[in-house]
């Protein structure tokens, strides 16, 4: 089905919302007309499938509580890392196998951890040329040094943990300083027990897979990803 594969194809190239809406309407085919196209149809089945409970809680999480210099208040939605592992094994597919064989080579435990690297940009979306773009994003991703330097040049090895409109990181006080050092807290101090001592992740198998792992570097620009992570293997 042309509308099912356009979803499940590897992405190339950004489109928006309602462009992709607008795609999708066009490819529909006739045994297709049940399928979403409408933006807010497509929003939806998103926030649902997001809403996982996971034996390590909720994937979608919120913060709250930041310190504003103007405008309302900020809430930040992101995927819970502990979580998000676990689902992402679950699923199954590439990111999943390739864990398992990369852990085969490098065994995690407590006392030798995986290293998490979060990784944090600035993408743009829409039209790059005007003067005010309000659809600027702050991204923020994750993944695992020990999955190797070929695999972490690869966009399919990073997770997506969160992403915030820079227009609202410019309200809070400091930035995007006080937006990291709240997820930092995340996993230096409210995830971080779990995540060392190890997360049982399920495999397409039946089999499972215990991940250690701890925060081990925080890139803000591909400079210091070639030089500190894709270098390494």
């Known amino acids: 089905m042309a509308a099912e594969r356009l979803l499940t194809a590897q992405r190339k190239s950004f ?67 502990a979580a998000l592992l676990w689902a992402v094994c679950r699923e199954g597919g590439g990111f999943a196998e390739f864990l398992e064989e990369r852990n085969g080579l490098h065994p995690s435990a407590p006392s030798q951890p995986w290293s998490l690297c979060l990784y944090v940009d600035e993408v743009s979306p829409g039209n790059q040329l005007k003067p005010s773009n309000e659809r600027k994003l702050q991204v923020i991703y994750m993944s695992l040094k020990q999955l190797g330097g070929l695999a972490l040049s690869k966009e399919d090895s990073w997770l997506l943990v969160s992403c915030i409109r820079s227009v609202d990181v410019k309200r809070c006080a400091n930035g995007m300083a006080q937006v990291m050092k709240r997820f930092l807290e995340v996993f230096l101090v409210a995830r971080h027990d779990l995540l060392h001592y190890g997360l049982l992740l399920p495999l397409k198998n039946g089999a499972n897979v215990t991940l250690c792992c701890k925060l081990g570097t925080l890139a803000n620009g591909c400079t210091f990803l070639i030089q500190h992570v894709y270098a390494s293997d």
Do not use: C, N
């Open 15 to 81: 489109v928006s919302q309602r462009a992709l809406a607008e795609i999708l309407s066009i490819v529909k085919d006739e045994d297709e007309q049940h399928l979403a196209t409408s933006r807010t149809t497509l929003k939806r089945k998103r926030e649902r499938d997001l809403r996982m409970d996971t034996p390590y809680g909720p994937l979608w999480r919120t913060m709250t509580g930041f310190v504003m210099e103007k405008g309302k208040p900020l809430t930040v939605s992101y995927l819970d890392p």
